[in-house]
Nanobody, 120 residues
């Protein structure tokens, strides 16, 4: 079994910064893509940023230039540095990772979510 645990959410004023962290644990042979999604009240869950095992990244247009995703393959962790936060960034942020426990099959695992609230 694989578990993802997020940390780093909280309340911040507009223009401030937060850093989210997500650590994968359990029986892990390898991790392909890792990423962050978010879901605001009344809205669908959306991709915020993703990063491949090799370090290639992609971002939602709404966060480009403000958010940076990174990962530590040795520690099975992914980070999301969020700068210049806006009230519209308020959401529950979820970590996701494509994980294999036996080298033959990869599955998506999700964290429990962490609340980010940006006040105006």
């Amino acid at each position: 079994q694989v578990h993802l645990v997020e940390s780093g959410g909280g309340l911040v004023q507009a223009g401030g910064s937060l850093r989210l962290s997500c650590a994968a644990s359990g029986i892990i042979f390898g991790i392909n893509t890792m990423g962050w999604y978010r879901q605001a009240p009344g809205k669908q869950r959306e991709l915020v940023a993703g990063i491949t095992r090799g370090g290639s990244t992609n971002y939602a247009d709404s966060v480009k230039g403000r958010f940076t995703i990174s990962r530590d393959n040795a520690k099975n962790t992914v980070l999301l540095q969020m700068n210049s936060l806006k009230p519209e960034d308020t959401a529950v942020y979820y970590c996701v990772a494509e994980v294999s426990s036996d080298s033959t099959r990869y599955s998506d695992y999700w964290g429990q979510g962490t609340q980010v609230t940006v006040s105006s």
